[in-house]
């Protein structure tokens, strides 16, 4: 079982609409969530990270996280053309020794946002 | 310039043949990372690095090694590169285990 699963997409949505990008984890050990956003042929940026339950709020985009239901999401509010990407979630390990601070990568949701 | 940077951006090379990727960076963080990009399969973490004298095996290591020669500097080698090792190569860095930043990235086809 992958331990981080994104919603396969791709996802297609409306210019100025909002898209809801979602992703499950299996470590109840972690506690810290990323999201990254990846341009066709380009290295993933970091766009939001959360470590509380709640939401993060950072402009158009807003991070939720429930560790009890162990669910991260991302909305992005008035989408636009130019957040057509991959957007990767990532849950970091809490483990001790040697595998504190890994990355785990779910496989992505492509996000297309037409005019 | 850029704070991570990887040598070469695209390399095409033949079966079994021994191939180095290169990544630096000047952002002065501890931690190094290389990871492999394949399409529909996310970011899988082949070789990280806590310092020069650390260096763990991730979910992918086998046919490949590496080499933290400096705090700044990390390498993934391919001793005999094989055609399922195609992919986008990756190296990341980060500051004590705190978010990662990623460098441009090195499109690898072995033929």
């Known amino acids: 079982q992958k331990e981080v699963e994104q919603n396969s997409g791709p996802l297609s949505v409306p210019e100025g609409a909002i898209a809801s990008l979602n992703c499950t984890y299996s470590?109840?050990?972690?506690?810290?969530f990323f999201w990254y956003r990846q341009y066709s042929g380009k290295s993933p940026e970091l766009i939001m990270s959360?470590?509380?339950?709640g939401d993060k709020e950072d402009g158009r985009f807003t991070a939720q996280l429930n560790k009890a239901s162990q669910y991260v999401s991302l909305l992005i509010r008035d989408s636009q053309p130019s957040d057509s990407a991959t957007y990767l979630c990532?849950?970091?390990?809490?483990?001790?020794?040697?595998?504190?601070?890994?990355?785990?990568f779910g496989q992505g949701t492509i996000l297309t946002v037409h005019p | 310039d850029a704070d991570v940077t990887q040598t070469p951006r695209n390399r095409i090379t033949k079966t079994g043949k021994r191939i180095m990727l290169e990544c630096s960076q000047t952002k002065g963080h501890d931690r190094m990372y290389w990871y492999r990009q394949d399409p529909g399969l996310g970011l899988r973490l082949i070789y990280y690095s806590f310092d020069v004298k650390d260096i763990n095996k991730g979910e992918i290591s086998d046919g490949y090694s590496v080499s933290r020669q400096a705090q700044a500097k990390f390498s993934l080698s391919l001793e005999s590169a094989i055609p399922n090792q195609t992919a986008l190569y990756f190296c990341?860095?980060?500051?004590?285990?705190?978010?990662?930043?990623f460098g441009p990235g090195t499109r690898l086809t072995v033929t």
């Open positions: 990341a860095t980060s500051e004590s285990g705190w978010s990662q930043y």
């Open positions: 990532a849950s970091r390990s809490q483990a001790g020794g040697t595998s504190y601070g890994k990355l785990t």
């Open positions: 959360i470590y509380s339950n």
């Open positions: 470590d109840r050990g972690s506690q810290s």
